[in-house]
């Protein structure tokens, strides 16, 4: 028997041999941790007009801010590194890196692209345009970003289940079949340049999609005739939730479901800084010769020849060894634990979060943990400043100062959610530095009424939240 297969209640796997699940390898490199006190962090705050984005992160003791190309890469990975072909056209690491795309994804024509939104950029500004519209379960910022900048729209239809925090529905991710039914009809299919199932929903909460929904947007596609399009950077995770969580799945290798997933669409997008275990590099895979041609002319024209993309051939290595790594079953069980232990000790304590947590990321509701805080003076960011004041670690607000626009007379159009995400980078910290973010989160409690809003003193007229200025009220 496979000790992993065994669910406890949450639906999380259980190892029925060992209670404690440890990391699966060993730590060959290290880098230093600078230790701070509070005072000197407060310091650090105020120089960065209280934006985490701004800080240093060598003032940083533990960094949540993102999981995106801060994998810690293998000895495997490495070696790759030395053994890169750096030839301009034809080189073995693109031929390795082609053939592994290939195998994955089942598209015959692969482009390679310096990360993820470069992809985007090609795809969406051939596919976009004034009049067309985009669906999806939720649109990435970037991919909302490219969609746009080509003057088309892009409406996210998450299932209702999506929008209840307290929820434990098993894949809160989904699309809603109905909506998109509605909404194909409301612009007439030819108006729909293509869906795009985001897996994970990294917007919605880190949430998985299953494989019967991916099946019915692939028909509700085909029947319209509409392009079928994976936001597919977190498809091992995905693969993971669903051999656990999603019948007929549990005797399925997780490579195998992600395949199964990327044989519905017609063609996907992938920033490997997330599952591809790297710290640069993505691609566009697709079936249509084409359109493929299309894309890859304006590649060659804005990122690089085809056979590297914006990538050096020791990247390409990397990114080869990394997709085969992340399937490994035990460094996926680990990986969706980890994030797991850290959700459940939160909740434990009392603090509010997405439900049930993602496989990359834990949601804190910064809005339940700081009732007393107005949208208006942004419980989120208040949350963010107090995690790096009382503990060195960096997050990111993804609430009003991310998401929230102004009303004609200057007012507050707040945000969905005031969502606190703390992003796990991969293969990077021990249960022990989950340890310590729990423990801060302790003192977070104890002080959380006393913790006041924050006002913005500066905003770029774009992505404040990169930029802007703030101080407490
Ligand atoms: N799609 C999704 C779902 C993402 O989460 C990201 C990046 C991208 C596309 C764009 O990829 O960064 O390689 O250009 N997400 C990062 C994050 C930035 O922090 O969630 P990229």
Redo the contacts with the bound molecule.
């Keep these: 028997m496979n000790p992993l297969k065994t669910n406890n209640a949450d639906g999380a796997p259980s190892d029925m041999q060992h209670q404690t699940i440890i990391e699966p390898f060993r730590i060959k490199v290290v880098e230093p941790i600078r230790m701070s006190s509070e005072s000197e962090r407060e310091a650090h705050l105020q120089e960065a007009f209280y934006n985490p984005f701004l800080l240093h992160s060598s003032d940083v003791i533990i960094d949540l ?5 801060t994998s810690a890469m293998s000895a495997e990975q490495w070696a790759g590194i030395m053994r890169g072909d750096e030839s301009y056209a034809g080189a073995s690491s693109w031929l390795r890196l082609e053939k592994v795309i290939q195998d994955l994804t089942g598209c015959p024509y692969i482009l390679p692209t310096h ?4 992809a ?1 950029h090609l795809l969406y500004t051939r596919l976009g345009g004034e009049g067309k519209v985009f669906f999806s379960n939720t649109l ?4 909302r970003a490219n969609i746009e900048y080509s003057g088309a729209t892009g409406i996210d239809l998450p299932i209702p289940e999506n929008a209840d925090t307290q929820s434990y529905f098993p894949f809160k991710g989904n699309l809603d079949i109905d909506r998109l039914k509605t909404g194909i009809a409301e612009w007439g299919a030819e108006k729909v340049a293509a869906v795009v199932l ?1 897996v994970t ?3 919605g909460g880190g949430q998985p999609v299953s494989l019967a929904n991916a099946r019915e947007v692939a028909e509700v596609c085909k029947q319209n005739g509409i392009m079928f399009l994976l ?1 597919a ?2 498809v091992a995770e995905n693969a993971y939730f669903i051999q656990h969580r999603e019948k007929g799945n549990e005797d399925k290798s997780y490579r195998d479901i992600a395949r199964e997933m990327f044989a519905l669409a017609d063609g996907a ?1 992938m ?4 599952d591809g275990l790297v710290n640069m590099g ?1 691609f566009l895979a697709l079936r249509d010769l084409e359109l493929a041609r299309a894309c890859r002319t304006v590649l060659i024209i804005t990122e690089g020849y085809s056979t590297y993309g914006g990538l050096s051939g020791r990247d390409m290595e990397a990114i080869a060894t990394g997709l085969e790594e992340v399937f490994d079953p035990d460094y996926l069980h680990y990986r969706i634990s980890s994030t797991g232990y850290l959700g459940r000790k939160l909740t434990d304590l009392g603090i509010p979060l997405l439900q049930p947590p993602g496989g990359h990321a834990v949601y804190i509701d910064a809005r339940m943990l700081y009732p007393h805080i107005p949208v208006e003076q942004y419980p989120g960011q208040a949350l963010v400043c107090e995690l790096y004041r009382l503990g060195g670690i960096r997050s ?1 607000e993804i609430g009003s100062v991310m998401f929230g626009k102004y009303a004609e007379d200057g007012s507050l159009i707040p945000a969905q959610m005031e969502l606190v995400r703390l ?1 796990i980078p991969r293969r990077v910290y021990t249960q022990s530095h989950l340890d310590y973010v729990i423990e801060t989160f302790g003192e977070i409690l104890e002080r959380a009424d006393q913790v006041s809003g924050y006002k913005i003193d500066w905003e770029p007229p774009f992505l404040r939240h990169f930029t802007g200025r703030f101080s407490p009220i």
């Design positions: 801010l993102t999981d995106s190309g990360q993820g939104r470069a985007e990435f910022d970037t991919t985001t929903n990294n917007s936001d950077c977190r997008i920033s490997a800084k997330k993505g990111c992003a």
